[in-house]
């Protein structure tokens, strides 16, 4: 029976089980657990020491890659509330969402709102913790906290906020590892935005199981879809 709470537990798990396997991949980067656990801490203990509390929330721009994925899973780590935006919004949409959150930090390619901090999510890989990291001397974040916050389209009305917990998630993630019976080595590739649920839980269900998850921008650059299957037998 799996008494973890959250998927950034499993992650740091899987740390230490199987470091060495492929966690998180796009097509520029490949990051094994122990990597990626290593950035995520990291860059984790960055934003305590900005200033970022427990139930902060955090708007980040989809980038679609390994890195939006580590700023996601700090963000939870560090006890904040992730918030993801789609590429490319509209300001007046950036604007809306930063405060109807209260948002204390936007991470993205370039800074949208005057007045709230600003992250450039190319500098994400600068974050990676270095000495070791005692797993088991972390709080980590409880079953009923706020993990994240995802926004509605807004088509019909004034987008929405669906607040989900670690539990949730955790939740979403079983679904999918044994709805789908996916199994152990199993790698996949994920081109559905990751600024909505259906590429959330695709990846938290490959994180619950130990599995690797690889991230295209969409299917419309074929070749680079194909070669992404073939350099990570997907």
Known sequence: MNTYKSIVECIAR??????????????????????????????????????????????IECTQNVDYMICEFAIQLSGAVFVPLEK??????????????????????????????FMDIKTVSEYSYTASIDINSINFPAADDTAEILFSTGTTGKSKGIELSHMNDFA?????????????????????????SHGLRRTYGNMLNGSSAVFSNGVTLLKQVFDLMDKYNV
């Open 14 to 59: 899987h740390s230490i089980n199987q470091p060495d396997k492929l966690c998180l991949a796009d097509s520029k980067k490949a990051m094994t657990y122990a990597e990626i656990w290593s950035n995520i801490y990291g860059l984790a203990q960055h934003f305590t020491e900005t200033g970022i509390k427990k139930g902060d929330c955090i708007v």
């Open 88 to 117: 490319n919004a509209a300001v007046s949409r950036v604007e809306e969402i930063t405060s109807d959150v209260e948002c204390k930090l936007y991470i993205g390619r370039k800074p949208i709102v005057d007045n709230i901090p």
């Open 172 to 196: 979403l993630a079983e679904n999918v590892k044994y709805g789908t019976k996916m199994k152990e080595n199993n790698v996949e590739l994920i081109p559905m935005p990751l600024s909505h």
